[in-house]
């Protein structure tokens, strides 16, 4: 599809919500991602199959990355951690299925290489790896991985003393690898996704700075609740 081929300095929006919250309905997530693309935005990323097939439905020609949260007791893999999940949301319509590229053990005993394999050979599916080190961008660049994004960058044991936006990494990672990379994670401001640019990125994923009401929201009213309310003349 033509639509995967036009990221160079493309702003992508992850639009999402937290399970509990109003945002999180169909019809509000579809709202949003149109409202992304007609100002400027050149795909999505969405979670869930519904999530996907609705918005492929109201926005034909979008370019959507598409993955599925599901968790599992027995892993700390949650972004489609299994081949399953691929399938179905591949089969809802995205054009980039992402999905967990670190080195953590995934449920039911799956590898990242064979879901790859399969990936590419049964369904001739593109594949986004969301990863939190260069070796393991590395590792899932030579499994097949279309595209890299370091969406995981502070959220995994192995970085859990670092903090996103994972700046850090982009350069050595354009300097390593042929495919393309997305700077994913902790962007909060035009500035910065330019600074992410500027080091190598060749698009950036923006989500909880402009579609997560509820984060937004909550972080200005507790700032309100704990200023001083002393009055200075």
């Given at each position: 599809?033509?639509?995967?081929?036009?990221?160079?300095?493309?702003?992508?929006?992850?639009?999402?919500?937290?399970?509990?919250?109003?945002?999180h309905?169909?019809?509000?997530?579809?709202?949003?991602?149109?409202?992304?693309?007609?100002?400027?935005a050149?795909?999505?990323?969405?979670n869930?199959?519904e999530?996907?097939?609705?918005v492929?439905?109201?926005?034909r020609?979008?370019?959507i990355?598409g993955?599925w949260?599901?968790?599992?007791?027995?892993?700390?893999?949650?972004?489609?951690?299994q081949y399953?999940?691929?399938?179905?949301?591949?089969?809802a319509?995205?054009?980039?299925?992402?999905?967990?590229?670190?080195?953590?053990?995934?449920?039911?005993?799956?590898?990242?290489?064979?879901?790859?394999?399969?990936?590419?050979?049964?369904?001739?599916?593109?594949?986004?790896?969301?990863?939190?080190?260069?070796p393991n961008?590395?590792?899932?660049?030579?499994?097949?991985?279309d595209?890299?994004?370091?969406?995981l960058?502070?959220y995994?044991?192995?970085?859990?003393?670092?903090?996103?936006?994972?700046?850090?990494l982009?350069?050595?990672?354009r300097?390593?690898?042929?495919?393309?990379?997305?700077?994913?994670?902790?962007?909060?401001?035009?500035q910065?996704?330019?600074?992410?640019?500027?080091?190598?990125?060749?698009?950036?994923?923006?989500?909880?700075?402009?579609?997560?009401?509820?984060q937004?929201?909550?972080r200005y009213?507790?700032?309100?609740a704990?200023?001083s309310?002393?009055?200075?003349?």
């Amino acid at each position: 599809m033509t639509r995967v081929h036009h990221l160079d300095g493309g702003l992508i929006v992850s639009v999402q919500a937290p399970q509990d919250s109003p945002c999180h309905g169909t019809e509000v997530i579809t709202a949003m991602a149109a409202a992304s693309l007609a100002n400027g935005a050149i795909g999505v990323r969405l979670n869930s199959p519904e999530h996907v097939a609705s918005v492929r439905r109201r926005c034909r020609e979008a370019l959507i990355i598409g993955l599925w949260k599901r968790c599992h007791a027995n892993s700390s893999v949650y972004i489609t951690p299994q081949y399953k999940d691929l399938v179905h949301i591949w089969s809802a319509g995205a054009d980039v299925v992402a999905l967990d590229g670190t080195d953590r053990p995934r449920p039911g005993g799956e590898d990242l290489g064979s879901i790859i394999t399969r990936a590419k050979a049964e369904l001739g599916a593109m594949v986004m790896a969301d990863i939190d080190t260069l070796p393991n961008a590395e590792q899932a660049a030579a499994l097949g991985c279309d595209w890299i994004g370091t969406t995981l960058y502070g959220y995994t044991p192995a970085t859990s003393n670092r903090q996103p936006p994972a700046l850090e990494l982009l350069q050595p990672l354009r300097q390593r690898l042929s495919v393309p990379v997305l700077c994913e994670g902790g962007i909060s401001s035009p500035q910065q996704a330019q600074q992410a640019m500027a080091l190598g990125a060749t698009a950036v994923v923006v989500g909880t700075a402009i579609t997560g009401i509820d984060q937004q929201v909550s972080r200005y009213s507790k700032a309100l609740a704990t200023a001083s309310h002393t009055f200075i003349q």
